[in-house]
């Protein structure tokens, strides 16, 4: 790969991201309002649709604000921790046959350890801004988005035995042709109970809202970007939308195929508009979540997770583990 | 795939790089273009109007840190898991009757912490 090569692929995720930003915060605020009987952004351009646009131009010239009291060192970069790492996660995600910024052998991993670095840039936030609403919202992030994590982790697994790779371009290579002739060969279907504890702990890792305990709105304003104003708020905010698309986008290629179509082969030049289009459905399926379902508490979060999501998911690891691998060994003996 | 394999990794430097690079540029654009009038009271931290009582950092719940340390376990428990579900199919079945006494050991420790209420928020 040449620099321009490196170059090239470095702006064309930018500005997916970008583009992912304006676009899903436009859809959050029109399937929202939506769900909720009402028309959503209207008046700027069309169909509201150069509201999202004008709020960037807004955030860009606003006066980003940091209290006297605040810690200037962490508060400062603690934008960068939130946003880099979600920018970066945008590195293993496979957009077609040969389409993907580049082939990791561990890109599952990497997209995981990325996402994973996002609490502590929240943490990092809420405490540095030296004000209580933002700690509370910092201290819950620590405590519920690492918690989640560890379901979100374990349910990953499933799909990582079947495929026997790391890698997301054979992960959903893996996927491709059909069962018994007419069932796509999608993980979901076999691995359909880790697929609802990775969906639960995936809305969980980005603070929607079910639970979106770290900024609750009516209890902690906006919680961890309390004091946070102008394009240090931006991008906290571009980096959540971007967290939602990058969570959808690894579903997609563990449990939906990725980029392919069912049944047919997909020719390379629709590839990106599949995966995308699967991408955004679930987007909007999370976002239905968002709009339909009240905010959890936080120790009812907590014990779910430790007491319901933990176990069933350790279990179900065992359990596919034991039969993928005695399946053959049982199917031998009995040929026998 | 080898040969490849040192240049794969080294975009995601390039990405880190880049990524931090463009948030500068975009903040230090945002900076010349606002409008900047600092006070005293707007640098003071927001508490919905209220002057602020006391200081913020204080003594928080051990409860949070007490999940984090069961976080630290079961995060490091789920490193270990993977290298073993990639290999699952090749290797011998050893292997796996290993991983699932190594799981049923940390089965135990998560019902032990659940009985000694360590899951209960309180």
């Avoid at chain 1, 919202?137 to 979100?152: D, F, T, W």
């Avoid at chain 1, 779910?304 to 199917?331: E, Y």
Wanted: aromatic fraction near 14%.
């Amino acid at each position: 790969m040449s620099a321009l090569g490196i170059l090239g692929r470095f702006a064309a995720m930018l500005v997916l991201l970008l583009v992912n930003g304006v676009v899903l915060i436009y859809m959050l605020r029109k399937v929202l309002g939506r769900l909720h009987l009402r028309i959503g952004p209207n008046r700027v351009g069309p169909f509201g649709l150069l509201q999202t646009t004008n709020d960037v131009i807004k955030l860009l010239t606003k006066e980003d604000l940091r209290p006297d009291s605040a810690d200037a060192w962490l508060f400062n970069i603690a934008p960068y921790l939130i946003f880099v790492p979600s920018f970066m996660a945008y590195i293993p995600l496979v957009f077609g046959p040969t389409l993907a910024v580049t082939n990791l052998d561990t890109g599952l991993l990497l997209a995981f350890a990325l996402t994973s670095l996002v609490p502590l840039g929240v943490l990092m936030a809420g405490w540095s801004s030296n004000s209580k609403w933002s700690l509370i919202g910092g201290m819950r992030a620590a405590g519920l988005q690492i918690a989640y994590e560890v379901p979100l982790l374990l349910s990953a697994l499933g799909p990582v035995m079947m495929a026997g790779s790391l890698d997301p371009a054979r992960i959903v290579a893996a996927q491709s042709g059909v069962w018994l002739g007419f069932i796509p060969r999608w993980f979901v279907i076999p691995q359909i109970l880790a697929f609802v504890v990775y969906a639960i702990a995936s809305q969980a890792e980005t603070q929607q809202t079910p639970f979106d305990m770290s900024e609750a709105e009516s209890e902690l304003i906006t919680g961890f970007a309390n004091e946070y104003g102008g394009m240090r708020f931006g991008f906290m905010y571009l980096a959540e939308f971007s967290n939602t698309f990058i969570v959808s986008a690894i579903g997609t290629m563990l449990f939906f195929g990725g980029w392919q179509l069912p049944w047919v082969a997909t020719p390379a030049w629709l590839a990106p508009f599949v995966f995308i289009a699967k991408t955004y459905t679930g987007i909007f399926v999370m976002m239905w979540a968002r709009g339909s379902l009240p905010r959890f508490r936080v120790d009812q979060m907590l014990s779910f997770c430790w007491k319901v999501l933990i176990p069933v998911s350790l279990a179900w690891v065992v359990v596919w583990a034991c039969v993928q691998r005695l399946w053959p060994v049982v199917a031998m003996a009995v040929s026998r | 795939m080898e040969p490849t394999y040192a240049f794969d990794y080294s975009v995601i430097a390039w990405f880190l790089i880049g990524g931090v690079a463009f948030v500068g540029v975009t903040l230090g654009m945002s900076r010349l273009l606002q409008h900047r009038k600092p006070g005293r009271v707007k640098s003071e931290i927001y508490e919905c109007g209220v002057e602020p009582v006391g200081p913020p950092w204080v003594q928080l719940k051990i409860g949070y840190y007490l999940y984090a340390l069961l976080f630290v376990l079961f995060d490091v428990e789920t490193a270990f898991l993977y290298p073993w579900a990639v290999t699952l199919d090749a290797m011998p079945l050893f292997v796996l009757a290993e991983m699932v006494v190594f799981l049923a050991i940390l089965a135990l420790g998560l019902a032990y912490a659940w009985k000694e209420g360590a899951l209960q928020w309180r």
